[in-house]
């Protein structure tokens, strides 16, 4: 089965950038979604199709995927961006979606 | 508005059952392919399974396949989740989730998730 390696926590202080790879045997073949979950609450979608924003997520959250390896990229972090990401592709052998281990990020 | 609604979760033994709901509203409910996944205590998301817009394909991962059915009333607005032969390692909170095109893209709707306990 298709997996998705994650590191399991990024640090970044406030204003500077946050890169959150997600690692995946020709993962850029595949379309890459990412989530954010904050405490307490349900995932939310913050990038689609690799770089697309849903409406209401700030331009400071990009997406990139290229060979192995896919990248969600905050810009200018703010506190309020501090939760746990999760990348998901859907793998067409098995017909299975599947997530990575997820990335907690801390803002210092 | 889109809402996503889950119930049904609860309480149960090893080797019991239980049917999990989603009440979907604010949107064409049967032009959307909907999944279902779980999040075990302090752990990461993990996907369970998926269903078609008309309830005609489905797809289980591993761990619940031939314990687990997905199904759907389109008539009702409503997806379901049967479970049955349920284990300790099934304990997790349940979310549904609508996905935003066909069943390429990312899970644009989430509810608010449904906590199974399996112990006895």
């Known amino acids: 089965s298709y997996v998705l390696t994650q590191p399991p926590s990024v640090s970044v202080a406030p204003g500077k950038t946050a890169r959150i790879t997600c690692g995946g045997n020709?993962?850029?073949?595949?379309?890459v979604h990412w989530y954010q979950q904050k405490p307490g609450q349900a995932p939310a979608l913050v990038i689609y199709?690799?770089?697309d924003r849903p409406s209401g997520i700030p331009e400071r959250f990009s997406g990139s995927n290229s060979g192995n390896t896919a990248t969600l990229t905050i810009s200018r972090v703010e506190a309020g961006d501090e939760a746990d990401y999760y990348c998901?592709?859907?793998?067409?052998?098995?017909?299975?979606?599947?997530f990575g281990g997820g990335t907690k990020l801390t803002v210092l | 508005e889109v809402q996503l609604v889950e119930s049904g979760g609860g309480l149960v033994q090893p080797g019991g059952s239980l049917r999990l709901s989603c009440a979907a509203s604010g949107f064409t409910f049967s032009s959307y392919w909907m999944h279902w996944v779980r999040q075990a205590p302090g752990k990461g998301l993990v996907w369970v399974s998926r269903i078609n817009s008309d309830g005609s394909s489905t797809s289980y991962a591993d761990s619940v396949k031939g314990r687990f059915t997905i199904s759907r009333d389109n008539a009702k607005n409503t997806l379901y989740l049967q479970m049955s032969s349920l284990r300790a390692e099934d304990t997790a909170v349940y979310y549904c989730a609508r996905v935003m095109d066909g069943d390429y893209g990312g899970f644009d709707y989430w509810g608010q998730g449904t906590l199974v306990t399996v112990s006895s």
């Open positions: 998901q592709v859907w793998d067409s052998s098995s017909d299975h979606r599947v």
């Open positions: 199709y690799d770089s």
């Open positions: 020709n993962i850029g073949s595949k379309s």
